[in-house]
């Protein structure tokens, strides 16, 4: 059972524009929000986060919404670069505890010239 | 440099044949984790630990066991590694069990025919 869900494998997008990745959650006990960033042969890194007491928060071209009632977040690049280019992982914890740490599947988002 | 190392980064084996992958951070972080990332599943707690000493379960933990003897090392050991635990593994730590920012490691490709 997928508790956080990107239904989105793949999302390409032109340089400039804004990127926006999305992410389903179904267990209502979760209370923080996480996007982590891969990039190919390496571990993910922490990216933005935001708690369930807010619906947005923002750090550089990075922005986090929460839709607590539909349990939906979303991530926002603007303006994208071709840095950005990687794979997005969501997750999502309880109590904000990392002992449990809930991940998506991921988008790969691709950046193009 | 703050960082969490894992070794190997590749690892080839054999059904049945005991390997131990390492973990270990120069954080003093008291909290780590062990994830396998599969295709379209993301990523997937195998075990943590809270402290030394303390260790729990994960989502996956079947064929998998930890030990947590000294702060820094985490190392994973799947006793009798089978094919269906190829996958890529990520060792990650934290300042805390309540902390949500997660450092994970490079990554271990292992392979088991």
């Known amino acids: 059972d997928q508790q956080v869900k990107q239904n989105s494998p793949s999302l390409s997008v032109q340089e400039g524009r804004i990127s926006i990745l999305n992410c389903d959650y179904t267990n209502s006990m979760f209370d923080y929000f996480l996007w982590y960033k891969k990039y190919p042969a390496e571990g993910p890194t922490f990216l933005i986060s935001i708690s369930s007491i807010k619906d947005k928060n923002e750090d550089g071209r990075f922005t986090v919404f929460l839709n607590k009632s539909a349990k939906h977040l979303s991530l926002h690049i603007v303006p994208s670069q071709p840095g950005d280019s990687a794979v997005y992982f969501c997750?999502?914890?309880?109590?904000?505890?990392?002992?449990?740490?809930?991940f998506g599947q991921g988008t790969r988002l691709t950046i193009n010239p | 440099e703050a960082q969490v190392t894992q070794n190997p980064r590749y690892l080839i084996t054999v059904t049945g044949k005991k390997l131990t992958v390492t973990c270990s951070q120069n954080m003093n972080h008291e909290y780590m984790s062990w994830y396998r990332q599969d295709p379209g599943l993301g990523l997937r707690q195998i075990y943590y630990s809270m402290n030394v000493e303390v260790t729990d379960k994960g989502d996956v933990p079947e064929g998998y066991k930890v030990s947590r003897k000294e702060k820094r090392n985490f190392p994973l050991i799947l006793e009798s590694p089978s094919p269906n635990q190829t996958s890529l593994y990520f060792c990650?730590?934290?300042?805390?069990?309540?902390?949500?920012?997660?450092?994970f490691g490079s990554g271990t490709q292992l392979s088991v025919l």
């Open positions: 990650a730590s934290s300042l805390s069990w309540g902390g949500e920012k997660l450092f």
């Open positions: 997750a999502a914890s309880a109590n904000q505890g990392a002992q449990k740490l809930v």
